[in-house]
Each structure stands twice: as C-alpha cells, then as structure tokens.
C-alpha cells in the first residue's frame, strides 16, 4: 500500500481516501446485518427474586420476622407457578373436609342420666354444627396452612340464631401466635394493629368485628399496644408443625431447593426446546482477490443489504438470516432429547420422593397393595391436623353455647379409606357396637340428616317394611352356600394384602 501511494498523485490520493471512507461508511450502515441474533438475551432461567441463595439465607434463621415473610412469600409464589407444589399442597389440604362428623353426650357414670335434656342438647348442638357448614370454610384454611404453617381467623355470625358462619382469614404477615389454651390446647394469636395504619387499610376499621376498632384506638393513644391478643371464643387458629409453636415454617420448605432446581431445569430445557428450531442462514459476501484495499468487497454492500431485506422479509420467524465478510462454521442446535426428558423426569420423582411417598409419583406403584400402604403413610400428616379442629369446635361451642355435656368430633379418616373404615364398622356392628351414627356420618349423612331420613322413612312406610326383607342373589336361593358363607365358590379371599405376592395382588387387581 505504500509503495501504490508513493506512485499515485496527491488528487489520486484523495480519491483513494474518499472511496475507503465510504466503503467504511457502507460498512457500518450494515453492521447490524452482520450481528447474530442473541437467542438467550431474554430468556431468564433463574427466580430473580427467589433464588436458591436467597432461599438457603432465609432458612438459615427462620426464626426471623423477615425471613418468616419471605418463606411464605415464596411458598404462595411456588403455588401459584409450580404445578408440582401446587398438587403436593391440595393432595394435604383437601383431605380435611369436615363433611363427617358426630355428636355424643358426655354421660355420667355415677348418677343417672337426664334423658329430656341430653335429647334437648343433643339437637341444639347438631343444629348449631350443622348451621356452621364447616365443610365450606375449612378448605381454605387448610390450604392457608399447608402454605404458611399457620392460618389465622377470626369468627362471624351466629349459627344458633340466623344460621350464619364465616371464618375471615387475617393476613400472617400481621399475626403470631401469642397463647395456648388450658382447653385441649386450643390457640390463640395477637394481631399487628399497625395494619391499619394504611390508608387503603384503615377502611377495614369499620368492617371488621368492632373489637378490632376499640384495639386500634388503645394502639393510638400508646403505642406499646400494637400487638393485641383478640378474643379467644372467636378466633380460629391452625398450626401443621405444632410441636414449635415459636414462629411459623412453611411445611414443605425442604422441597423449595429441589422444586427451584426443577424449574430452573425446565427453563434450560425450554430454550434448548427453542434453540432446537431455529435455522441460522448466512451469505457470505466475498471480497476481491488480490486487492489491497481495506473492505474492498465483490458486491456493492448497499445492493447487499437490498437483497438482505428482501430474503429477511420472506423467512418465518424461526429462521435467522445474517451476511458476513467471514466463513461461518456449522450451527447445530440439536440435543438428545430422551437424556433431557429423564434429567426432568428424575428431578420430579426425587421431589416426589422426598415428600414421603409414591402416591403421587404413580410409574413407582406396581399394585393397589403398594399404593394403598403409601396412601395411608402420606395421609398421617394430612389428617394430623383433626385433632386441633375437633378441640378448637368444642372450646368454640363452649363459648357460643355454654356447657352442653355433648361432644363434636369431625372424623379423622382420610376421604381415600372411607370404605375400608365402613367394612370395619359394620363388622363391629355385628358385635352390638354402637356405631350406626359413625356409619351415616361417613357417607355424609351427619346427625340432622340422619334423624331426618329415619323418621321419614318410618313415616313413608319404607324404614321397618319395603325395605326389610335383604336382597336375595342366586346363591341364596340355590342353598348351595360354600363354607365362606356367601355363596361364593372356591378358596375364600385373602384379607390381609401383605399375605398377597405381587404377582397375585395384580392378579386380584385385573379381576
């Protein structure tokens, strides 16, 4: 290039200069052209908020107000958006309903029971029970527990006279548990006053119970009584982990990690997904051989970039188009897709796992033996919480209605066993055991009901006459009845599953 410049003239020099600046010009009116499109740029395959980090400080100290509200922060955001937490979270939750439930008196032993009035109480308490309908209230707070550790509530209207219950569940971030009651062990929490500070807030002074306003004004005129215990007869509070009742930790923290891990997974796997179908063409625009000029190109950059926008404007969406001065190597975007499907297929099953059980990891059950002892393992932890129900709705009546002498129990057996609990009833009933209450209860016919289809039936003439005689099958009728004593023919089955091979429980299960 030197020697060329010291032959040509200052004009031609000139020249020279002018044409380099424009092909540099022309070069970079087209530099975007040349740019691969960044297919990751806005793809974000971690939680920016929720990040495995954050959540290993937050359960480091949990014990911290802070720490408590982030954990139920970002239990409630994994409901919202992890299919996998979401069905772990109802598969507790829903199994509390509160549809089967009895009543009995507490009778004496030493002196003769009253009759009259044990009948009186009996039906004040099963009408007051049933005009609760706690089997519409209890859903959300189970589910308000399995995500939080802990629901909080407070109680309207009055069942006895206009038949009306709600339990209005409180915001956490505003509550703690502050007391256990003598009664069962009944809990009780204080409210954060300060909640009402807020303007959108304070509208709330005038529709919740009036309680809350007389509170908040003894919080104004001293601020050391911010937090105020409500009243106990009309609170309703829930704790999973009740052995620590000093803060609240979400039940199913232990699965964040892995279920942040899974989605973080699914992520990757999402841009591989979309990686794999794209198509990237490139024109190579050459440049003259032998010249010695910077970007001395053998096609005119601007008749280029023309045909650049035509192609551009032809291609569908997932097709790229770029031009370069350069050889570009081969762009592959394939994966082996069966290894990427088990990678998020395992991660699953070890969330699954983790959880305690198979029953919702189904490829894992062989035979309904297997998935029924992992059903009744996964459903101790789901029914656990019974017990502070059945102590809170009897503290609840005791308040509301005085001392009644009658016991409420709601059951304790899992929707999944109802039948299995039916069958071992009735055999007691064989017995004289008085169970008939129970049975209705389970096939939720609760104690109005049940006296309310007793009597009608006796009335209609269908409960001691029609429908006295049993059903009689061909058996019956035959006198052949084998010595399993109900008519069936050949060796009588096996009660108990853990006598069954599996091959002979998937033989039982195929009939």
């Known amino acids: ?23 540099r010009a022309a070069f970079a009116a087209v530099k975007d052209v040349l740019s691969l499109i960044d297919l990751t740029k806005n793809k974000n395959i971690t939680y920016t908020t929720y990040s495995r980090d954050s959540l290993r400080t937050y359960l480091k100290n949990p014990a911290s107000e802070s720490n408590q509200k982030q954990l139920r922060k970002l239990s409630n955001y994994l409901y919202t958006v992890s299919h996998v937490y979401r069905r ?72 006895e006279k206009d038949g009306a219950f ?6 956490p971030d505003y509550c703690k548990i502050s007391s256990q009651q003598y009664y069962r062990g009944v809990l009780n929490f204080a409210f954060d006053l300060s909640f009402f500070d807020s303007g959108t807030n304070s509208y709330y002074l005038d529709v919740y119970d009036p309680v809350f306003k007389q509170l908040y004004n003894k919080y104004k005129s001293d601020n050391t009584q911010r937090w105020a215990e409500l009243p106990i007869e009309n ?10 009742l000093d803060y609240p930790v979400p039940p199913l923290s232990g699965l964040f990690d892995g279920i942040i891990n899974l989605a973080d997974l699914q992520a990757v796997q999402d841009l591989k997904d979309n990686l794999e179908a794209y198509k990237l063409i490139w024109a190579k625009i050459g440049t003259i051989s032998g010249t010695k000029d910077v970007d001395d190109f053998e096609i005119d950059l601007d008749l280029a970039n023309a045909f650049y926008q035509k192609l551009q404007s032809a291609l569908p969406d997932n097709v790229a188009l770029a031009m370069s001065p ?57 029914m656990a919480p019974i017990e502070q129900i059945n102590a809170w709705i009897n503290f609840y009546i005791l308040n509301h209605l005085g001392e009644t002498g009658m016991v409420v129990e709601f059951s304790d057996v899992s929707p999944y066993f109802i039948d299995d609990k039916i069958d071992k009833l009735l055999k007691l009933a064989q017995y004289s055991v008085p169970v008939k209450l129970e049975l209705a209860s389970l096939i939720n016919a609760n104690p109005m009901k049940e006296r309310g289809m007793s009597f009608i039936e006796n009335a ?22 084998s010595e399993n004593g109900d008519g069936s023919e050949g ?12 091959e002979g429980e998937s033989t039982r299960d195929k009939q």
């Not at 709600?166 to 915001?171: A, E, G, K, P, Y």
């Not at 209609?460 to 009845?481: D, E, R, Y």
């Open 1 to 23: 290039m030197n020697s060329l410049a010291k032959e040509l003239t200052d004009k031609e020099r000139i020249e020279t200069l002018s044409c380099e600046e424009k092909n």
């Open 88 to 159: 772990l979270i109802n598969f507790k939750a829903y199994q509390i309903n509160c549809k089967s439930w009895t009543v009995y008196p507490d009778i004496p032993l030493t002196e003769e029971p009253d009759q009259d009035s044990i009948l009186q109480n009996y039906e004040r308490v099963i009408k007051y029970v049933r005009n609760m309908d706690m089997k519409s209230q209890i859903l959300k707070c189970m589910l308000q527990a399995w995500k939080n550790d802990v629901v909080y509530g407070f109680c309207y209207g009055d069942p």
């Open 166 to 171: 709600f339990i209005h569940l409180l915001d």
């Open 235 to 244: 609170t309703f509070c829930l704790k999973i982990n009740i052995d620590n």
């Open 326 to 382: 350069m050889d570009l190597g081969t762009i592959d975007f394939n994966s082996n897709n069966a290894t990427d499907v088990n990678i998020i297929s395992e991660a699953y099953e070890n969330i699954i796992n983790a959880n305690g059980g198979i029953v919702l990891n189904q490829n894992k059950i062989t035979n309904s033996a297997s998935f029924k002892l992992a059903l009744q393992f996964d459903s101790m932890d789901a």
């Open 460 to 481: 209609l003439g269908i409960g001691t006459t029609s429908w006295a005689t049993p059903l009689v099958s061909s058996n019956v009728q035959s006198g052949n009845l």
């Open 491 to 502: 060796r009588s089955k096996i009660e108990n599953p853990e006598e069954l091979t599996d």
